[in-house]
């Protein structure tokens, strides 16, 4: 079962690119140096209006928080002054940031009118969020630059520029030059231009909030912290510093894409360039404790044990059915940038066809009603796909044996209460990527993990 929204409104879904001059960084790759474990999460009415107690636990959650205001001129977040008031009271320091909807110069510069009117004045940072062309006249490079001198009349605070990369660097890669700092979101992997703020998921836990958040990874060696709070004192400032490991549960068989800052295997060699940026099979799994790592994965086709911080797990090939473990939201494009409004949440099975993004560098689930992440990390594949060593499997609910593959109704021969034992001889598979268990006595039964257990 997936959830629609009712709001019009779109959050952002991806986040900007760094202003390297103002660090003297050039405008390109940069070496990556997060010093904060905390979250970064930007919040809209997506998360609802939302509680003083809400606000309270989570100031021990967050290094700041970045709040929506408005969606253009013509519409104004429904919370946004309910919940950057409570920031203000538990002492959380915050940005407020501006979805653009502008057309033109003139609309450009009215929306920055509008926005700064409109938001809290404790707000330590002011963002506009530029990810939809709806420039109809002039350019767009045009309209940023209205919108930030417009900004830069009204405030001397310090100035976000937000967007997804690409887009970034094809409709603003001028005039997002003149802000303070760059927000740039890509969930495959590191930013390949420069950045003071990465949102790298938007699925990140927040106990706090008792859902998931997109979130971000600051660039300290571009700005501090204290940088984006205006030096306020933050949870993080009394935090003693921790390592955070990588996801380390990968399976054998499973599949990773091998990033491209991946310097040195388990052994401390060099892994060479021409071999990062590439999917690989996982062969065999280990335990250990190294850098930010809990596991190595033993990648037969380069002979070597790297760690799991080094790359990104991607369902590969078709499974059918994935089971979430989180929440997901859907997306209307495979490269993950524009959201429908609608989510699948944690538990449901979902069936979609395993397909590579537009990038090259990860794969989606395209579902019946748009596209989610097939990363490892959210969701299993809702069947068993091989067989275990007993070769029995127990019913966890009715079921029934059929005496055809595509289980026809007028198939059906005999139904099996819970809790029996059958008698496996093999896992198929089925062009969908389904699976069904052959029994001892020729019939077939579902391999859906929620019918049967292994």
């Known amino acids: 079962m997936f959830i629609a929204q009712q709001h019009l409104t779109r959050k952002l879904t991806q986040a900007l690119a760094v202003l390297g001059a103002m660090a003297g960084l050039a405008w390109g790759g940069q070496?990556?140096?997060?010093?904060?474990?905390?979250?970064?999460?930007?919040?809209?009415?997506?998360?609802?209006?939302?509680?003083a107690s809400q606000v309270s636990n989570l100031k021990s959650q967050v290094s700041f928080v970045i709040n929506r205001r408005q969606y253009g001129s013509s519409y104004q977040d429904l919370?946004?002054?309910?919940?950057?008031?409570?920031?203000?009271?538990?002492?959380?320091?915050?940005?407020?940031?501006d979805y653009a909807r502008f057309t033109s110069v003139a609309s450009a510069k009215q929306e920055a009118k509008d926005f700064y009117n409109r938001s809290n004045k404790n707000a330590k940072f002011y963002a506009l969020d530029f990810e939809e062309n709806d420039v109809t006249s002039g350019t767009t490079n045009a309209a940023v630059k209205a919108w930030y001198d417009e900004m830069r009349s009204l405030t001397s605070k310090n100035l976000v520029f937000y967007s997804y990369q690409s887009f970034a660097t094809s409709y603003a890669n001028t005039?997002?030059?003149?802000?303070?700092?760059?927000?740039?979101?890509?969930?495959?992997?590191?930013?390949?231009?420069?950045?003071?703020?990465?949102?790298?998921?938007?699925?990140?836990?927040?106990?706090?909030?008792g859902e998931y958040t997109d979130n971000s990874k600051a660039e300290t060696s571009v700005h501090p912290i204290s940088w984006w709070t205006d030096s306020v004192t933050t949870a993080l400032d009394h935090t003693t510093a921790t390592t955070t490991y990588a996801y380390s549960s990968y399976r054998k068989g499973q599949h990773i894409y091998l990033h491209k800052n991946a310097s040195k295997y388990v052994d401390g060699t060099a892994i060479a360039s021409a071999d990062r940026q590439k999917f690989y099979k996982i062969n065999k799994v280990?335990?250990?404790?190294?850098?930010?790592?809990?596991?190595?994965?033993?990648?037969?086709?380069?002979?070597?044990?790297?760690?799991?911080?080094?790359?990104?797990?991607?369902?590969?090939?078709?499974?059918?059915?994935?089971?979430?473990?989180?929440?997901?939201?859907?997306?209307?494009?495979?490269a993950l940038t524009k959201?429908?409004?609608?989510?699948?949440?944690?538990?449901?099975?979902?069936?979609?066809k395993v397909v590579k993004a537009p990038s090259g560098k990860?794969?989606?689930?395209?579902?019946?009603?748009?596209?989610?992440?097939?990363?490892?990390?959210?969701?299993?594949?809702?069947?068993?796909?091989?067989?275990?060593?007993?070769?029995?499997?127990?019913?966890?609910?009715?079921?029934?044996?059929?005496?055809?593959?595509?289980?026809k109704k007028s198939q059906r021969s005999t139904a099996v209460a819970k809790g029996k034992k059958l008698t496996v001889t093999a896992v198929k598979k089925r062009s969908t990527g389904s699976r069904y268990f052959v029994l001892s006595n020729g019939k077939y039964v579902t391999a859906l993990q929620s019918y049967v257990q292994e």
């Open 362 to 407: 990860s794969y989606r689930i395209k579902t019946s009603i748009g596209y989610i992440s097939a990363n490892t990390q959210f969701s299993d594949h809702a069947y068993y796909e091989s067989l275990n060593s007993s070769k029995q499997v127990t019913t966890k609910k009715k079921l029934y044996q059929y005496t055809g593959t595509s289980f």
């Open 31 to 51: 070496t990556v140096a997060h010093a904060s474990t905390l979250a970064i999460p930007d919040i809209s009415e997506w998360q609802g209006k939302l509680s």
């Open 175 to 209: 005039a997002r030059k003149n802000f303070d700092a760059q927000w740039i979101a890509n969930y495959s992997s590191t930013p390949t231009i420069s950045f003071a703020l990465w949102q790298y998921t938007d699925s990140n836990y927040l106990s706090a909030l």
């Open 79 to 97: 919370y946004a002054t309910n919940n950057t008031a409570l920031y203000v009271k538990y002492g959380i320091p915050f940005g407020e940031y």
């Open 339 to 352: 959201k429908t409004g609608a989510y699948y949440v944690s538990g449901d099975t979902v069936a979609g």
């Open 286 to 334: 280990k335990s250990l404790t190294q850098s930010k790592s809990k596991q190595a994965l033993y990648i037969s086709a380069l002979g070597k044990w790297v760690l799991s911080q080094d790359g990104t797990g991607y369902w590969y090939g078709q499974h059918g059915s994935f089971t979430l473990n989180r929440k997901l939201y859907v997306y209307s494009d495979a």
